[in-house]
């Protein structure tokens, strides 16, 4: 009876939390319409107060922020709703116009011939639909493996081999591209630099040299911590250094 009424009561709390945060987004949403972005930027922070998440909410406090000029939280949350909702054109086109906003041009290094088509291939879907597509393969293994050790006449024995074969080959081959898909999401640790200016130095101490200097809004690749006081980061052109821990914000 106590499990009973503790469901009951978790299942409560969910649903008025849910009716709070849509209370709260549409509010955000009316002040925004009404050009106050302020009062708009802080309706859909409650929401996030809230552990809602949404791509439409990313991107509508990112548009709030990009009224009010503020570079780095607009595309910081430009790149949040992107990963909620990837390959959306109008997301994409709003940070790009952000990121002309930005003082910072960094050309980034490109990938030419095999290793190219290699990177874009693995990343046109997901890990777990790589996994997925591995394992219906692998059925179809099974299926035309027993179809070949049951048949009796040679042509259906030649289809059957042939067809079996061919799917365990793919099936190998999809759960690799899984793995290199995994392992790329993996290294894929994306922040945004949210400090005006940031001297970004050699060595993890104040007293180092200074490699170069990012500017608010400008994305990087998270290598490694030191001391929970550095962050090592890497640019789209590969160069590398380190940046105080308060200066950027992982995506």
């Known amino acids: 009876m106590q499990r009973i009424v503790f469901y009951i ?31 708009a930027i802080n309706s859909y922070q409650s929401v996030l107060e809230n552990n809602e998440h949404s791509g439409e909410l990313y991107f509508n406090l990112a548009n709030a922020y990009y009224k009010l000029n503020k570079i780095a939280p607009s595309i910081y949350y430009y790149e ?33 011939g095999l290793s190219r088509v290699f990177k874009n291939t ?11 597509i591995a394992v219906v393969l692998v059925f179809v293994f099974v299926i035309l493996f027993l179809s070949y050790y049951f048949s009796y006449t040679t042509l ?3 289809i059957a081999f042939l067809g079996s074969s061919s799917a365990i080959i793919l099936a190998v081959l999809m759960l690799f591209f899984a793995f ?52 090592k980061v890497k640019l789209a052109n590969g160069k590398t250094g380190w940046i105080p821990n308060e200066d950027i914000k992982a995506l």
Do not use: C
């Open 180 to 231: 290199r898909k995994y392992d790329y999401d993996q290294k894929d640790k994306p922040a945004i630099v949210f400090a005006q200016e940031s001297d970004v130095k050699t060595d993890p101490n104040l007293r180092s040299e200074i490699a170069f200097t990012l500017h608010e809004g400008t994305k990087v690749q998270i290598l490694e911590f030191y001391n929970d006081n550095w962050t």
């Open 156 to 158: 259906k024995k030649r």
């Open 80 to 112: 949040k709703a992107l990963q909620l909702m990837p390959n959306d054109k109008e997301i994409e086109s709003n940070l790009a116009f952000a990121q002309n906003m930005t003082i910072d041009d960094i050309e980034s290094v490109p990938e030419i």
């Open 9 to 39: 009561t978790v299942l409560f709390l969910s649903i008025s939390g849910y009716a709070q945060g849509n209370k709260l987004f549409e509010a955000g949403n009316k002040f925004y319409n009404n050009g106050d972005f302020q009062k």
């Open 122 to 132: 693995v990343n046109a879907l997901s890990f777990d639909t790589w996994a997925m």
